[in-house]
């Protein structure tokens, strides 16, 4: 009894420490999951906040060996990198995001690490590589029908095709993007919504730009997002000033560098402050022009936005160029065409037609296989129906078969018992034949039984007097 009683109070002690051990990891992944949604709020507002509780999650989660907080941990830290302009970092935290998930199978991390790739990609102006890993997460996430992944996806290739300035490729796969808004979050439609006004402001449908211009800002105004609501003042002022109506542009652009005014973004802060130069620009107001276009091409240089330091470079060429400044002027020239070209090469663009004919070439092979899969199917479950139909025609044949011999067979023995039953009514019928011969027969013993006995009984009667006679004979003589 003592040892039975030690080892039940040596499973509970195991069993506490145990649930304790679950506790404590239990609440220790909740930690890294806090860390990673601190991550995503700070990244825009104060990047540098969003990648300290990025790393902390990293520690944390490799500590734990929990891999799937420790993908979303590498991939919020590479966002935050992006924020920060460190594009090179960005890039090495999302490869071991990506290398990571395909470790644990999960495809949507897989997918989302991608995604995430094509954008840094975007913004150091390498289109070949931005499409490319677009087109795998692409691939990735109509496999496993993550409908909002393929929207996000159409909306990165769009991007890549607006900043190539190729606008009718643009719109067609942002209306691809709007096909599908029944499966995106909110956040999601608000996006596309504004990338569809930035695509018709380019093909000068002012109207439309403007209407779902509206639909994403009162989407983002709902969220109270003011990141996301600056967006949308900047394309907002970006088209007011395509239609000429350069104060409006300057009030919706001013509004989106107040919200940009802590330099949070550098990146936003550059496109509002040459954008802002341009509108001057085609006000002649020099002064202000110059200024603000020099201040968006630091920054772009700064953080090597090849796409700003594009636009900022053109703009002061056209502005030196205005106010008879030649050698300025030929030098900023100078200054876009060699960023034009390294973004706009023929080698970058057809890179980007071979990688979607890829895509589409694969895509089409996978539609043949399923439907060669489909086939293989179908063809299986004919032959099943048809081996169940012959087994089941059989079965009846078979069943009438038998149902054949057990009526024959009840139908014979109906007749057997008849011929029995009628063999027996024939011997009770004889049995009782018999019997009313017995009982004759009986009943005629009994009358010549009784006949004897009556004889008998006379005989005896007389016997007396016969002895009374010769008694009284011997005594005449005998006088």
Wanted: contains cysteine; aromatic residues 12%; charged residues 30%.
């Amino acid at each position: 009894m003592p040892e039975f009683s030690n080892t039940i109070k040596a499973a509970v002690s195991f069993l506490f420490l145990l649930m304790s051990l679950l506790s404590f990891s239990q609440e220790d992944t909740i930690q890294v999951n806090i860390f990673l949604k601190q991550t995503m709020k700070t990244r825009r507002a104060d990047p540098d906040s969003a990648f300290f509780y990025a790393t902390k999650a990293i520690v944390l989660a490799e500590k734990l060996d929990y891999k799937h907080g420790l993908v979303m941990a590498y991939t919020a830290a590479g966002l935050a990198q992006v924020s920060l302009n460190h594009n090179a970092d960005a890039l090495a935290y999302l490869s071991k995001a990506i290398a990571l998930s395909k470790i644990t199978g999960d495809q949507k991390l897989v997918a989302d690490a991608y995604f995430y790739t094509n954008q840094v990609y975007r913004y150091m102006g390498n289109y070949g590589m931005c499409i490319s890993t677009c087109f795998k997460a692409l691939s990735i996430y109509e496999s496993i029908k993550d409908y909002e992944g393929v929207a996000n996806c159409y909306n990165g290739i769009a991007n890549v095709y607006y900043d190539q300035q190729n606008h009718e490729k643009a719109l067609e796969y942002f209306l691809k993007t709007a096909s599908i808004l029944d499966h995106s979050s909110e956040s999601n439609k608000s996006v596309v919504y504004l990338n569809l006004g930035m695509a018709y402001s380019d093909v000068k449908k002012f109207d439309s730009a403007m209407f779902y211009f509206g639909k994403s800002l009162s989407i983002r105004e709902k969220r109270n997002d003011k990141y996301a609501i600056a967006d949308v003042f900047i394309n907002m002022g970006v088209t007011y000033s395509s239609r000429g109506d350069y104060d409006k542009a300057l009030e919706y652009l001013f509004k989106a560098k107040e919200i940009y005014t802590d330099k949070t973004n550098r990146y936003y802060m550059g496109i509002i402050l040459t954008n802002i130069g341009d509108v001057y620009l085609q006000k002649k107001n020099y002064k202000e022009s110059e200024l603000n276009l020099k201040e968006g091409l630091v920054i772009s240089e700064q953080i090597d936005d090849k796409e700003g330091i594009k636009i900022a470079s053109n703009l002061l060429a056209q502005l030196y160029s205005e106010k008879k400044d030649f050698e300025k002027a030929w030098f900023y020239g100078k200054k876009y065409i060699s960023v034009k070209d390294s973004l706009s090469s023929l080698k970058n663009l057809n890179q980007i037609q071979d990688i979607e004919t890829k895509y589409e070439t694969d895509k089409l092979d996978r539609e043949i296989e399923l439907l060669n899969k489909d086939k293989e199917l179908k063809e299986s479950i004919i032959e099943k129906q048809n081996a169940q139909r012959i087994a089941f025609v059989t079965g009846i044949v078979l069943l009438i078969g038998i149902s054949f011999f057990i009526y024959r067979g009840y139908n014979q023995k109906k007749k057997d018992n008849e011929i029995i039953t009628k063999q027996k009514e024939e011997v009770e019928k004889q049995n009782h034949i018999i019997e009313e011969q017995k009982k004759d027969v009986e009943e005629k013993q009994k009358d010549i039984l009784d006949s004897i006995y009556y004889a008998q009984r006379i005989q005896k009667t007389l016997l007396p007097a016969e002895k009374f006679i010769e008694k009284s004979l011997k005594r005449l003589k005998a006088k």
